[in-house]
């Protein structure tokens, strides 16, 4: 069983940034791939971004291509999200994902484990 606890969230101004962290429990966080997914009020949960076990292979959303940057450190069991040139439309509530399998992976049903969520305002 892996729990993850995100934080960082908040309120910002447009064009300002954030940065989001997931702290994952367990040992076996080093061979998980990990992804952000958000969801905003009325919508359904949509992709980020994601980073495989190593690191190695990496995928953005087209929304947030350019302007967010996901990363991970297995010695602190954490992944995160860089988010700059934050736009109004990226308000949500952010979640962080471990997927039991080491790729990387857009698709909500891949992933085992699901935080609770941070809420990110972005204010225009």
């Known amino acids: 069983q892996v729990q993850l606890v995100e934080s960082g969230g908040g309120l910002v101004q447009a064009g300002g940034s954030l940065r989001l962290s997931c702290a994952a429990s367990g040992r076996t966080f080093s061979s998980y791939a990990m992804g952000w997914f958000r969801q905003a009020p009325g919508k359904e949960r949509e992709f980020v971004a994601t980073?495989?076990?190593?690191?190695?292979?990496?995928y953005y959303a087209d929304s947030v291509k350019g302007r967010f940057t996901i990363s991970r450190d297995n010695a602190k069991n954490t992944v995160y999200l860089q988010m700059n040139s934050l736009k109004a439309e990226d308000t949500a509530v952010y979640y962080c994902?471990?997927?039991?399998?080491?790729?990387?992976?857009?698709?909500?049903?891949?992933?085992?484990?699901w935080g609770q969520g941070t809420q990110v305002i972005v204010s225009s």
């Open positions: 994902a471990a997927n039991k399998k080491p790729l990387a992976s857009w698709r909500r049903a891949d992933y085992d484990y």
């Open positions: 980073i495989s076990w190593s690191g190695g292979l990496i």
